[in-house]
């Protein structure tokens, strides 16, 4: 499985943006998907997951201003990211696995698959 994102940038406080995490190779057992993102000096931490049900998570810092969603063939991910502060500044990185679970909060070590990431620059 390979991912690829995109759609990082640099904004100022209280901007948008919009990451998006596309998914290839061996996907036709289906894929959990998630955003986390390593800050300066920071560890990596889940940000967002959607569940195969529908359900959302999100960590507590992003609640109301990030909104995560899957494509329809479940290959793709988003990331709608609003009111960005600059907190916010990142290493943005998908990850996918097939055997997850959903659990709250995601480690790494729950996900077999990563891109290489996208950065966020809120200043």
């Known amino acids: 499985v390979q991912l690829v994102e995109s759609g990082g940038g640099s904004v100022q406080p209280g901007g948008s943006l919009n990451l998006s995490c596309a998914a290839s190779?061996?996907?036709?057992?289906?894929?959990?998907m998630a955003w986390f993102r390593q800050g300066p000096g920071k560890e990596r931490e889940g940000v967002a997951f959607?569940?195969?049900?529908?359900?959302?998570h999100y960590a507590d810092s992003v609640k109301g201003r990030f909104t995560i969603s899957r494509g329809k063939d479940k290959t793709a991910m988003h990331l709608e990211m609003n009111s960005l502060e600059p907190e916010d500044t990142a290493m943005y990185y998908c990850?996918?696995?097939?055997?997850?679970?959903?659990?709250?909060?995601?480690?790494?070590?729950?996900?077999?698959?990563w891109g290489r990431g996208t950065q966020v620059t809120v200043s």
């Open positions: 990850a996918a696995d097939e055997t997850f679970g959903g659990h709250w909060p995601p480690r790494e070590d729950d996900f077999a698959y």
């Open positions: 190779g061996d996907v036709d057992n289906g894929l959990w």
């Open positions: 959607m569940s195969r049900g529908g359900t959302r």
